[in-house]
């Protein structure tokens, strides 16, 4: 293991290769473009088929990674022919009413581990966190802070 050099800490040190372009290329870029290309590349696949036509969706000729004759037939379809709008409000529906039930039973759970007074705070969140039982404290220890 190289010592750093006069100026430099020991954290500067252990990224010194990455001093080179060829190598800063090597090990940050391309493994970052390869991550992009997998990851995106799902988005990019669903995008274009939800514009090309059945004809070439089903086709074996031509490039699969590209639309010829975008339409937006499948659109029409799924709004108009089918029942997704009522899908759709009553996925919202449930979405905002689970959440609020959630949020009200979360809060309602939180304030009496809030109650928990000590000296130590970090001993106090681990406590609310393990679920053990608090002390409230009495109303003259209240008035005498």
């Known amino acids: 293991m190289a010592l750093p050099k006069p ?49 070439e969706l089903l086709s074996h000729e031509g490039n699969p ?14 709004l108009f022919d089918t029942a997704y709008p009522e899908w759709l409000w009553n996925t919202v529906l449930v979405t905002v009413v689970s959440t609020f039930i959630s949020l009200v ?9 809030s109650a928990c007074v000590s000296r130590d705070r970090a001993a106090s969140a681990w406590r609310s966190s393990s679920l053990t039982w608090c002390r409230r404290p009495s109303s003259s220890s209240l008035w005498q802070r």
């Open 105 to 113: 039973c979360s809060v309602l759970a939180a304030t009496p581990s």
């Open 7 to 55: 100026g430099q800490t020991v954290d500067a040190a252990g990224m010194g290769y990455l001093t080179s372009l060829p190598r800063k290329v090597v090990t940050i870029y391309m493994p970052l473009v390869v991550f992009l290309i997998v990851l995106l590349f799902p988005f990019y696949w669903m995008t274009i088929t939800a514009f090309k036509p059945n004809e």
């Open 65 to 78: 990674f590209w639309v010829h004759a975008p339409t937006l037939d499948h659109f029409k379809k799924l």
